[in-house]
Nanobody, 120 residues
């Protein structure tokens, strides 16, 4: 069974930094694109950053220049380094990954989410 487990959330003051990590475990053949989403209270879930298996990266405009996504393929981990945090970054952050459990069988998996709170 495949699982994604996020870590690294917490409370930080505006201007501070946090590093989120998401580790995949279970019967995994390979991992395609990996993404971070966030959902603030009362708002829709939005894509924050994504990285493909070939390390092609994209960011939401709201986090460009402040957040950095990276992945460690052997360890099956994706990180999100968040700098210059703002109160509007407060949300539950979710890891999402396209995981292959065999050569041809794959689907999306989600982590349970980790809370990030930025105080002003």
């Amino acid at each position: 069974q495949v699982q994604l487990a996020e870590s690294g959330g917490g409370l930080v003051q505006a201007g501070g930094s946090l590093r989120l990590s998401c580790a995949a475990s279970g019967t995994i053949f390979s991992i395609g694109r990996m993404r971070w989403y966030r959902q603030a209270l009362g708002k829709q879930r939005e894509l924050v950053a994504g990285i493909t298996g070939d390390s092609i990266i994209n960011y939401a405009d709201s986090v460009k220049g402040r957040f950095t996504i990276s992945r460690d393929n052997p360890k099956k981990i994706v990180h999100l380094q968040m700098n210059s945090l703002k109160p509007e970054d407060t949300a539950v952050y979710y890891c999402n990954a396209d995981i292959y459990t065999s050569r041809y069988l794959h689907r999306d998996y989600w982590g349970q989410g980790t809370q990030v709170t930025v105080s002003s």
